[in-house]
């Protein structure tokens, strides 16, 4: 998913990471498991243009996650 400014969310072996738009992986945001702020299979990321808050459909834990535009569980 492309946030606003460019920077990228990337769902890959079960956590979630920030890339900038260049490409270069610059940190981790989820990581595996069930507490709040972690994920299970994510199936997909969307961005809201609105707010910049970033949607994991979360399904090995049958959720739907929010991130703020500061990427923090919301």
Known sequence: AVKNDGTLRISSDN????FTANG???S????VGSGNGQVSA???LAVS???DYL???DS????VQIFT???AYA
């Open 55 to 57: 949607y994991v459909a």
């Open 42 to 44: 994510p199936a997909g």
């Open 49 to 51: 243009r609105a707010d």
């Open 15 to 18: 956590r979630i990471q920030k």
């Open 69 to 71: 535009n500061a990427d």
């Open 28 to 31: 981790t945001i989820a990581t």
């Open 24 to 26: 270069t992986y610059t």
């Open 60 to 63: 090995g834990n049958d959720r």
